[in-house]
T-cell receptor, first 112, second 116 residues
């Protein structure tokens, strides 16, 4: 069993929809949680990071961490076709995100 | 300023050959990381450098894989006796430091390695 589980999708939504992306994990030592966006043939780009449990909001993006359930989420409001990409969750036990453990990524398709 | 650059962008080689993949980190970034991303998977950690030294090489799959960073800037990932299972995108990332927000990793576009 992988340390981090993520549904690969694809997840198809119409423009303007609220998108919910999720990951579960098994290692209770993970303290830092991140969401990356990866466009085709590009490297991952950091969207959000949170420390321990709680919520964090940045524009149309909200990240939630529930350490008691070992479950993290990324919500995208008012989704746009430009949001179409693969979204990777990542986590680490260390400060400074040194050794990241990634999920498989969820492919999101937002249709106009 | 320039981001992380990786060369070549694509590399096709034959089984058993030796390959070198190069990473140029963002100027001033002290930490450098290598990951491998297979098709349909997330990146898997290979090795992390702090300065010139490998601080954590626990992700290197076997002794065919080796990485160096002799002057604390450019890094080279070396793969000996390549196997078809080595085919993947090799991603490099760098960060300003290793604590707090300075630890944010900026990724390059990757080198797509195909072993025939």
């Amino acid at each position: 069993q992988k340390e981090v589980e993520q549904d690969p999708g694809p997840l198809s939504v119409p423009e303007g929809a609220i998108v919910s992306l999720n990951c579960t994990y098994s290692n209770s030592a993970f303290q830092y949680f991140m969401w990356y966006r990866q466009y085709s043939r590009k490297g991952p780009e950091l969207l959000m990071y949170t420390y321990s449990s709680g919520n964090k909001e940045d524009g149309r993006f909200t990240a939630q961490v529930d350490k008691s359930s070992k479950y993290i989420s990324l919500f995208i409001r008012d989704s746009q076709p430009s949001d179409s990409a693969t979204y990777l969750c990542a986590m680490t036990r260390d400060t400074g995100f040194q050794k990241l453990v990634f999920g498989t990524g969820t492919r999101l398709l937002v249709s106009p | 300023g320039a981001g992380v650059s990786q060369t070549p962008s694509n590399k096709v080689t034959e089984k058993g050959k030796y390959v070198e993949l190069r990473c140029d980190p963002i100027s001033g970034h002290t930490a450098l990381y290598w990951y491998r991303q297979s098709l349909g998977q997330g990146p898997e950690f290979l090795i992390y450098f702090q300065g010139t030294g490998a601080a954590d090489d626990s992700g290197l799959p076997n002794d065919r894989f080796f990485a160096v960073r002799p002057e604390g800037s450019v890094s080279t990932l070396k793969i000996q006796r390549t196997e078809r299972g080595d085919s993947a995108v090799y991603l490099c990332a760098s960060s300003l430091g290793t604590s707090g927000s300075q630890g944010e990793q900026f990724f390059g576009p990757g080198t797509r390695l195909t072993v025939l």
